[in-house]
């Protein structure tokens, strides 16, 4: 089965920028979106079909998608940007959903 | 859309978890109606889909114990999951695409919290 690894953490000082990696298999051959999830909250999509921001999304998040990995950017990173964030991709072989593990981004 | 999860917060083993998803400010006869849970700590987790004819697809992990389907009539779906454990134990959110399977989840549920218990 398909399977989407991300780094458990990242860490970033506020205004700097925040890189978040998500690797598969050939995974630039498939569209791949990004949720921010908070603490008790359901998950938010913040990018869609690797690099499309929904409205309302700031400009500061941004995606790309190439080869084995796909990425979320967030530039100048606030301190209401720490959240959980995950990728997600459809496996079309297997007509399957597949989310990454998640990765914890800490505004220090 | 607007989609609110409901059903018991405490089930006990071996027993069956039933939640329904009622969907509002949109029809849910088109496209895709996603059943997601997240254990506590933990990632997300596909449980499966059914498209509003009633064709669904399932997570290989949970396919054996699994039921997503669809009530057009009450604009409702909903999930059923057998043989419960300790390891269900999870908030389940429903979610719904933009349009295809290949879209995101443009709408969330709040997520409802299942515990299985004795």
């Known amino acids: 089965s398909y399977v989407l690894t991300q780094p458990p953490s990242v860490s970033v000082a506020p205004g700097q920028t925040a890189t978040i990696t998500c690797g598969g298999n050939n995974i630039g051959g498939k569209s791949v979106h990004w949720y921010q999830q908070r603490p008790g909250q359901a998950p938010v999509v913040v990018v869609s079909?690797?690099?499309d921001r929904p409205s309302g999304i700031p400009e500061r998040f941004s995606g790309s998608n190439s080869g084995n990995t796909a990425a979320l950017t967030i530039s100048r990173v606030e301190v209401g940007d720490e959240a959980d964030y995950y990728c997600?991709?459809?496996?079309?072989?297997?007509?399957?959903?597949?989310f990454g593990g998640g990765t914890k981004l800490s505004v220090l | 859309v607007q989609l609110q999860e409901s059903g018991p917060g405490l089930v006990r083993p071996s027993e069956t978890l039933s939640l329904t998803c009622s969907v509002s400010?949109?029809?849910?006869?088109?496209?895709?109606w996603t059943w997601i849970r997240q254990p506590p700590g933990k990632a997300l987790e596909w449980i499966g889909h059914?498209?509003?004819?009633?064709?669904?697809n399932y997570n290989p992990s949970l396919k054996s114990r699994v039921s997503v389907s669809v009530d057009t009539s009450k604009n409702q779906f909903s999930l059923k999951l057998a043989s419960v454990t300790a390891a269900d134990t999870a908030v389940y959110f429903c979610?719904?695409?933009?349009?295809?399977?290949?879209?995101?989840?443009?709408?969330w549920g709040q997520g409802t919290l299942v515990r299985v218990s004795s």
């Open positions: 979610a719904s695409q933009v349009v295809g399977a290949d879209d995101a989840f443009d709408s």
């Open positions: 079909d690797d690099n």
């Open positions: 997600q991709v459809w496996d079309v072989s297997s007509e399957h959903i597949i």
């Open positions: 400010g949109g029809s849910i006869s088109s496209y895709y």
């Open positions: 059914v498209f509003y004819s009633g064709n669904t």
